[in-house]
């Protein structure tokens, strides 16, 4: 476990993934998601913390003892969205009062973590363009979906964007492929997200997934080849060869055929 702290108050929770997890399909695209990097989110007031997903239980129990070391509670928690590898870990925190953005539902039920809904109790629904105060933090969430129908972006104090899974990446810099949701549209909206995500003028852009991105330019290299292999599979269909659809070297991604072949998979439910 890394921290990095982007301000006193504002810490990033860095995990590398269990190289030796495999890779076992637990259903609709999500994977064992021990095999990935991981970030958890901590936003501080004092002795409290709002974090920005869960992650799994294991990553979610060292940030909780971390924060414990430190005199420090987790009094709420955002879900990006509602993959198990985002959700499991809130079982840790069964005080806490979670957020999610409204359709989450579906994908919920999907989730294998779907089990254990006992501390849904103290839960949230958000809407596009809601506003959370923490402390003396200013919180603003939307919808920007494509990953999944309720994925959200948040804006911490004007100054960090956290995108959930709408960019991925491995610890290391590489690149995954965008994976598109199962839901009707998701490839049309994952491109529109991604173009409204280019709108936006932050410089420290945190992900589900990998490092945070510092600086427009690399930043804007990241969307724009989530953006061109997006449209190039809008365009081809579900016979697009991979090598047709990627921008850059096959060797600057990870899992590259699988994430394409999930894909495939996907736009072939949409269409039929």
């Given at each position: 476990m890394?921290?990095?702290?982007l301000k006193d108050d504002i810490w990033v929770y860095s995990f590398d993934s269990d190289e030796s997890a495999d890779l076992t399909t637990l259903g609709d695209g999500i994977r064992n998601s021990a095999n990935f990097d991981a970030n958890i989110m901590a936003i501080i007031d004092n002795d409290n913390a709002l974090l920005i997903d869960s992650s799994i239980q294991k990553y979610a129990y060292q940030v909780k003892n971390d924060l414990?070391?430190?005199?420090?509670?987790?009094?709420?928690?955002?879900?990006?969205?509602?993959?198990?590898?985002?959700?499991e870990g809130r079982v840790i925190f069964q005080d806490a009062h979670f957020y999610g953005y409204e359709k989450y539902e579906d994908n919920f039920?999907?989730?294998?973590?779907?089990?254990?809904?006992?501390?849904?109790v103290r839960f949230t629904l958000l809407k596009n363009g809601d506003k959370i105060k923490f402390g003396h933090h200013h919180i603003k969430v939307?919808?920007?979906?494509?990953?999944?129908?309720?994925s959200l972006i948040t804006i911490i104090d004007r100054q960090f964007l956290h995108i959930g899974d709408l960019l991925i990446m491995n610890n290391a810099g590489?690149?995954?492929?965008?994976?598109?949701g199962i839901e009707q549209d998701s490839l049309e909206n994952y491109i529109e997200s991604l173009k409204k995500?280019?709108?936006?003028?932050?410089?420290?852009?945190i992900l589900g997934h990998g490092p945070v991105l510092m600086g427009k330019n690399q930043i804007n290299e990241s969307i724009e080849r989530n953006l061109y292999y997006l449209t190039k599979l809008k365009e081809?269909?579900?016979?697009?060869?991979i090598s047709n659809c990627v921008k850059g070297n096959l060797d600057e991604y990870i899992h590259v055929n699988e994430y394409h072949q999930q894909n495939l998979n996907n736009i072939t439910k949409h269409y039929n």
């Open positions: 890394n921290i990095i702290r414990k070391e430190k005199g420090i509670t987790v009094k709420s928690i955002i879900f990006s969205h509602f993959h198990t590898d985002h959700i039920k999907r989730s294998r973590s779907s089990e254990n809904t006992e501390n849904f939307f919808n920007l979906p494509g990953h999944t129908a309720e590489k690149y995954y492929l965008p994976l598109v995500l280019q709108e936006y003028s932050f410089s420290t852009v081809i269909g579900a016979n697009a060869e």
